[in-house]
């Protein structure tokens, strides 16, 4: 009976003659508190002037969910806006 992962592993190994086959290690959850550092970071590439979220996320050089959840925190505090096509602008 399979009841996890090893165990399709060891009956594909079997039937493709693969004898040992590696489960990798789970990826560390990623967390969701963003350090003032990165908020700082965010907040300073932010303008009047609407940014993709992607734009956003890739300079800011962090993890997508962290840059998220920080622009979340912004918008509810009044700091930042969404405009339209989800770009993300520093409110005046």
């Known amino acids: 009976m399979l009841t996890k992962v090893a165990d399709v592993i060891d009956v594909l190994g079997l039937a493709?003659?693969?004898?040992?086959?590696?489960i990798a290690e789970p990826l560390p959850a990623i967390s969701l508190e963003a350090?003032?550092?990165l908020r700082a970071r965010v907040m300073g590439l932010l303008s009047p002037t609407p940014v993709d979220l992607d734009d956003l996320?890739?300079?800011a050089k962090a993890a997508p969910q962290?840059?998220?959840?920080?622009?979340?925190?912004?918008?509810?505090?009044?700091?930042?806006l969404r405009s339209s096509g989800g770009k993300i602008a520093k409110s005046d």
């Open 16 to 22: 493709t003659g693969i004898s040992s086959l590696q």
């Open 35 to 37: 350090p003032d550092t």
């Open 66 to 80: 962290q840059v998220l959840g920080i622009v979340m925190e912004l918008e509810l505090a009044g700091l930042v």
């Open 57 to 59: 996320v890739r300079e």
